[in-house]
């Protein structure tokens, strides 16, 4: 799967989950010299203001990288600067309660992208779920995207770096019976994904 198709499928959701989100595809940041792009921005009101920032990882960006640390050094490097960049800032607001961005780094539901999670599980696994934009709180998440061939809408996330490690029972539980998700986990060797088995 090409990140392309990816990006147009998370819009797609967004678009129709979200009443008027503003949405930019390879939305680039500049925080004092410090360049990047992050694949999808999405801003939100509800009512505050939450960004989304998404990295987009499908099979030839796997597949490119030298490994899960070259993943993460860009995943950290768009959470560390994106904000920082004045276009972006954020501010923290008296009385909010929810995370003011979300960070989200997601893997295409292929059995390429399983592979590569799941031989670098304990690395994914160890991005810490809470972030914090300045004063603002935020919120990381490494996840398989899932509901791509259903109803925009119904796309969902399946992370892996929560309470549900990669493999164990209640992140196989998790995974949508039938989906592209399920399916890959079953093409990848048993020894690769755990001592569990997908449903």
């Known amino acids: 799967m090409r990140e392309d198709e990816l990006a147009a499928r998370v819009v797609d959701h967004y678009a129709a989950a979200h009443g008027d989100p503003e949405i930019r595809l390879e939305e680039p940041y500049d925080a004092d010299g410090r360049r990047g792009v992050a694949d999808v921005y999405v801003r939100l009101r509800t009512p505050e203001r939450v960004d989304h920032v998404i990295e987009l990882k499908g099979d030839a960006a796997v597949r490119r ?34 995370p003011g961005a979300r960070y989200l780094l997601c893997f295409a539901p292929t059995p390429t992208c399983v592979h590569h999670v799941a031989t670098h599980r304990s690395l994914y696994g160890s991005v810490d779920v809470a972030a914090r934009v300045d004063d603002v709180p935020a919120v ?11 109803d925009p809408v119904d796309l969902g996330l399946v992370s892996v770096n929560g ?4 493999g164990s029972e209640p992140f196989l539980d998790a995974v949508p019976d039938g989906s592209r998700l399920a399916e ?3 093409r990848v060797d048993d020894d690769v994904i755990g001592p569990a088995s997908p449903k």
């Open 140 to 150: 990381r998440m490494v996840a398989f995207v899932t509901g791509l061939d259903g």
């Open 184 to 186: 890959s986990i079953r």
């Open 65 to 98: 990288a030298t490994g899960a640390n070259e993943v993460l050094r860009q995943y950290r490097r768009m959470e560390r600067y994106f904000h920082a960049d004045s276009s972006h800032s954020i501010r923290p607001k008296l009385g909010r309660t929810e």
């Open 163 to 166: 309470d549900a490690p990669f």
